[in-house]
């Protein structure tokens, strides 16, 4: 009978553990898959490099057929690897507690769509018959590179806010715990402690204040993300990612001001 | 018997009554040092470099024998196994500082804390991959 029992419980515990294990080695699985694809897109960029060094300087029929082989090749692992990349971001989105349904739906549609595209683009390639469709097919994808490079910046913004707000969280619950703490100690305290304790109290809240009001300009700013060159779009992005630092930091000041407020109480005198 | 001279020499006539008044003909042109002066001062520059002498010897000697004292090792004394109460004073802690609640707030600081440090903004790893667009088979 106890054996059975514990059998059971074994079951149960395995069962509840599988999914977990599948969601943490998701977005390890698409990384790995992203860095393979890579490696192949690099080991076919120097082939078709190589055999368009030969079609420019010869132009003979051989390096032509050549060229046109690798391109094929190249362009058809391009799509693979944006893919994958693409999949690495759907995971670590999946994967993101501090993000809102509605803002992981949103940033998961972008991807979608994205997909779609390269989906769509990749299926015109084995109908390449010369140098110029491979470049016409190639144009295609250039002419959207950007766009897609926007929705990327996005998510990677939308990730770093959804891990800011899953920190946010913890904050709140052990500024709120703490605060209940104090309030119910206060008795026990003298008045000047107790006034003490309440400043540090209105610090700590401030800092938070200053995180959510970081916050607030992060996503307005991911908003504007455009940008008519790569370069612009960056200059955008970089500012973003400086003020993701600066949310960061106001948790941390925060958090270290929690200590010394726990050091504080933790002492009569 | 004083008197009495050889005869044919002219009589000795002594003139020192006569004399008795007369000053010296040349008198010296700066009055000579009073053998007194001249006696006490060379001991007391003596003394005085005596004493300075001393005084510096006494210095270095000193600041020898302090260098002597340096180098020699001093007994080190051993740490005794019970510390009085009155070099360690503790602070003393409040009855909450023991109770369940605080030591978990305490807890879920100290992870939160380390949570946020290790969090990264710039994570490299979700850099979009570098490619190349332009194929460059136009020729110009």
Do not use: C
């Not at chain 1, 393979?36 to 055999?51: E, L, P």
């Not at chain 1, 690798?70 to 693409?86: E, G």
């Amino acid at each position: 009978m106890r054996g059975k029992a514990a059998l059971i419980v074994l079951l149960f515990i395995s069962t509840l553990a599988t999914p977990i294990r599948q969601i943490f080695a998701s977005s390890e699985t698409a990384y790995k898959d992203y860095l393979y694809q890579f490696d192949q897109y690099r080991t076919k960029q120097n082939n078709f490099k190589v055999a368009r060094t030969e079609y420019l300087k010869y132009k003979t029929l051989l390096a032509e057929t050549t060229a046109l082989d690798t391109v094929k090749a190249m362009l058809s692992q391009r799509d693979q690897l944006l893919r994958s990349y693409l999949l690495l971001l759907n995971e670590k989105l999946n994967e993101n507690t501090g993000l809102s349904t509605g803002d992981r739906q949103m940033y998961q549609t972008m991807i979608q769509n994205e997909l779609k595209f390269l989906e769509t683009h990749s299926q015109l390639i084995p109908s390449i018959g010369s140098l110029t469709d491979a470049t016409n097919v190639s144009k295609q994808l250039e002419s959207h590179y950007l766009v897609l490079e926007i929705s990327i910046r996005q998510t990677i913004v939308a990730l770093g806010q959804g891990d800011l707000q899953k920190l946010n969280k913890q904050y709140d619950m052990a500024f709120k715990a703490l605060t209940d703490l104090s309030k119910a100690n206060a008795s026990t305290v003298t008045p000047q402690k107790q006034g003490t304790i309440e400043r540090w109290i209105l610090q700590i809240n401030n800092k938070q204040n200053l995180f959510q009001q970081k916050m607030d300009q992060i996503s307005v700013a991911t908003g504007q993300i455009k940008g008519t060159s790569e370069q612009e779009m960056n200059i955008l992005f970089v500012g973003v990612q400086k003020n993701l630092g600066e949310a960061k930091q106001y948790l941390l000041e925060g958090t270290s001001y929690m200590q010394e407020l726990v050091n504080l109480i933790r002492y009569q005198d | 018997m004083e008197n009495e001279q050889p005869a044919g020499t002219p009589p000795i006539t002594t003139d020192i009554q006569e004399n008795a008044t007369l000053e010296p003909a040349l008198q010296p042109s700066s009055a000579p040092v009073p053998p007194e002066m001249t006696k006490k001062r060379v001991p007391w520059v003596a003394i005085l470099l005596g004493v300075a002498i001393l005084m510096m010897g006494a210095i270095y000697g000193l600041q020898v024998g302090r260098s002597v004292k340096v180098q020699t090792p001093t007994p080190s004394v051993a740490p005794t196994a019970n510390p009085t109460t009155e070099t360690v004073k503790q602070r003393e802690l409040a009855p909450v500082a023991t109770a369940s609640a605080f030591l978990e707030i305490e807890r879920s600081i100290a992870s939160l804390s380390a949570a946020i440090n290790a969090m990264n903004t710039n994570d490299t790893s979700l850099n979009p991959p570098s490619i190349e667009l332009p194929l460059g088979l136009e020729t110009k």
